[in-house]
């Protein structure tokens, strides 16, 4: 049964209502109060305080403070003007406990009404933070968007400059040419001129030289000693020479026949491993089919840093031939520059089991060492 707390004390203004309500012996601090505007109550076992309010307060603004065994409200009237009692008076225990649930009903609509404007305003706040999201989002497409679009008027004003450019190249490469025909046309027209003066010239000592022989006995005699002195032309003939065939250019005694011989037969085999459905031979030339062309390729294109283009020309050198160690120890290193760890030693235990390296060498840490060690990375 609780103890009803009977010496309170409390003082009073037009506006507001001073309570102290003392608790000794007990922790203040695990009171539970609970106030509405006509109803206090405390409960702090094994005491009890509840008083039925003589008019209205306005719980909200209402205060309590808890410390030195007692409990200090401040209760703030709805209607200034002075209370005869704190209490009212002549209350039954039906009319009681009436107020008491009155009181709870209206506790748990506030409590209720608190928790849905609490929900509304996280979800207001909610819309606001997604409106804002949403809004700093707009201005960061529109800002890509324009960045975009000054990059495609930058390119196109650079575009437009190149054609500019080349355009007027083309021209002064046309002009140059005109020019330089011009000049071919005068060179012609002066030898032209220059064959005709050598032409009258030889006519004129050709006259000359026929007036001088019907002159002079002596000359005519000179000349026919010298046309008997001069011998007769050797006769025409014909030689026939027979070439051993040969598949390289060169001569037979410049030629080297091993090295010869295992081009050919990798030549040979490359052909065979070849397949015309590979979507990638289409687009290549005759020459360019060839496993070693496709190496060169690689290795241009792994001097110049261009990784990814050189593993493909590997990737397809390999579909064409699977049999030269080369290929995947240049693709391994290709994808050591990629970071590709693992196909960078799946290519090197690739290579070495062609080459038949001792089993030492076939261990993937030592291979990745070596690798390391041979592009100094």
């Known amino acids: 049964m609780p103890l009803q707390v009977s010496d309170y004390s409390w003082q009073q ?185 050598k032409k009258s010239l030889t006519r004129n000592l050709a006259s000359r030289s026929l007036a001088t022989k019907g002159r002079s006995s002596e000359n005519i005699f000179s000349e026919k000693v010298k046309e008997d002195s001069v011998p007769a032309p050797r006769s025409g003939g014909s030689i026939q020479i027979s070439f051993t065939p040969r598949v390289f250019p060169t001569a037979l005694r410049e030629s080297k026949a091993a090295e010869e011989e295992e081009w050919l037969h990798k030549q040979a085999e490359a052909r065979r491993a070849m397949n015309t459905d590979i979507p990638e031979l289409c687009d290549l030339k005759e020459e360019e089919k060839n496993p070693e062309w496709l190496k060169d390729k690689g290795n241009k294109l792994f001097a110049t840093e261009n990784y990814l283009a050189a593993v493909n020309a590997y990737n397809l050198a390999i579909r064409l031939n699977n049999k030269i160690p080369s290929l995947y120890l240049n693709r391994a290193a290709c994808h050591l520059k990629l970071k590709n760890l693992h196909k960078a030693i799946e290519d090197s235990s690739k290579a070495s089991w062609i080459t038949k390296l001792p089993s030492r060498w076939i261990h993937p840490t030592k291979l990745y060492k070596m690798m390391l060690r041979r592009f100094g990375m």
């Open 13 to 197: 203004t037009e506006t507001a209502v001073f309570l102290s309500v003392p608790l000794r012996g007990v922790c203040v601090r695990d009171a539970d109060v609970f106030c509405t505007d006509s109803y206090l109550k405390v409960n702090c076992p094994p005491f009890l305080f509840e008083v039925f309010l003589y008019a209205p307060i306005d719980d909200e603004s209402s205060k309590a403070k808890i410390g030195n065994d007692a409990i200090v409200f401040t209760l703030y009237k709805k209607e200034a003007a002075m209370w005869e009692n704190l209490s009212i008076s002549g209350v039954d225990k039906e009319i009681m406990q009436r107020i008491r649930e009155e009181s709870v009903l209206q506790a748990q609509e506030t409590a209720r009404g608190a928790t849905e404007a609490k929900a509304a305003a996280k979800r207001e706040d909610q819309k606001y933070a997604l409106s804002v999201m949403m809004k700093i989002e707009e201005e960061e497409r529109k800002k890509i968007e324009a960045m975009k679009e000054n990059e495609r008027i930058k390119a196109t004003k650079e575009l437009e400059a190149w054609k500019e450019h080349q355009k007027k190249a083309e021209e002064q490469k046309k002009i140059q040419k005109e020019e330089k025909l011009c000049q071919q046309e005068k060179q012609i027209e002066e030898e032209r001129k220059k064959l005709k003066n």
